[in-house]
């Protein structure tokens, strides 16, 4: 979220640029329509799972992929494969949720402000975090109570 309000960083390529470099994925994934679209048919799927329960979607894009496993000279070591290169960063979205689900749960949060689309694993230490990002939604709301406190 900015100032301006939510925006989708998935909106056009230039933005999953951006998305790609910040997870991480640039040098992995091409910045192209095709990845933009498979991306964001992960994220909705995710997005589904979480918040409705419904697991087909995610169990499709996992399907697109597969992780081998093989012994290197250094030891053992994973390989992922995605045949289609498009669905890369999607897949790897939706095998970071299941190790997620696997390890906590309980700690895969939506954002409490009420104007905040976004989900996140709470790493705080008693796992009671509210917003995604203190910075952002925390602050605004802190702003918020403190400017409705004053009014009064």
Not at 65 to 81: D, F
Not at 87 to 97: N, Q, Y
Not at 98 to 108: A, K, N
Not at 141 to 147: E, I, N
């Amino acid at each position: 979220m900015s100032a301006d309000g939510p925006q989708d960083l998935l909106a056009d390529v230039d933005g999953l640029k951006v998305w790609l470099l910040a997870n991480g994925l640039g040098d992995r994934c091409e910045a192209d329509e095709r990845s933009r679209l498979a991306l964001i048919a992960a994220r909705e799927a995710i997005l589904q799972a979480l918040s409705e329960g419904s697991l087909d979607g995610v169990n499709e894009v996992l399907e697109r992929g597969r992780i081998r496993r093989e012994l290197t000279g250094s030891g053992p070591a994973e390989v992922v494969e995605v045949p289609q290169a498009e669905w890369l960063a999607g897949w790897l979205a939706a095998d970071d949720l299941l190790r997620l689900l696997g390890e906590s749960p309980d700690r895969i949060k939506q954002c409490a402000h009420p104007h905040c689309i976004l989900w996140f694993h709470d790493t705080s230490k008693n796992g009671a975090r509210r917003w995604h990002s203190m910075a952002t939604c925390g602050n605004r709301a802190k702003a918020a109570r403190h400017y409705a406190a004053k009014r009064e």
